[in-house]
C-alpha cells in the first residue's frame, strides 16, 4: 500500500520497498517525462496529440517543457486518455511503479 505525507512544501511517497520526498518541481518533471513517453509510445507529434486532445500544440510543449504546469482538470483529461491516472504517470516518472506508464501502455496496445 502506498502512503503520501504532505510537509512544508514537499510529499513523501512511500509504499513496502522505497520512500521518496519530492517538491512541486519533481512532481512537474515527473507528469512532463511521462507525457512524453507516452506519446512517443503511440507515435504522435505533439500537434497530433493536440489535435487528439483538442490542445494547442504550444500548451502541450509547455506541459512537455516543465515551462507551465497543467490544471489538475487538464492533467486529469491526459492522463485519461492514455489510460491511466495523473499519480501513474507521476508514479512512472519517479520510477515508483513497477512497469513504467509507457512499458504498460505498449503491451496493452501490443497484445490487443
Known amino acids: 500500500m502506498r502512503s503520501y505525507v504532505i510537509e512544508r512544501g514537499q510529499i513523501l511517497i512511500a509504499n513496502d520497498e522505497t520512500a521518496e520526498v519530492v517538491g512541486e518541481q519533481e512532481l512537474m518533471h515527473a507528469f512532463a517525462s511521462s ?7 503511440c507515435n504522435l507529434s505533439i500537434t497530433g496529440l493536440g489535435e487528439k486532445l483538442d490542445m494547442s500544440q504550444q500548451t502541450l510543449s509547455t506541459y512537455e517543457n516543465c515551462t507551465r504546469v497543467p490544471s ?24 515508483m511503479r513497477q512497469i513504467s506508464v509507457e512499458e504498460e501502455y505498449t503491451l496493452n496496445h501490443f497484445n490487443q
Open 35 to 41: 507525457l512524453k513517453a507516452l506519446r512517443q509510445a
Open 72 to 95: 489538475l482538470l487538464q492533467a486529469v483529461y491526459i492522463a485519461a486518455y492514455f489510460g491511466f491516472t495523473v499519480e501513474d504517470m507521476i508514479l512512472s516518472g519517479l520510477d
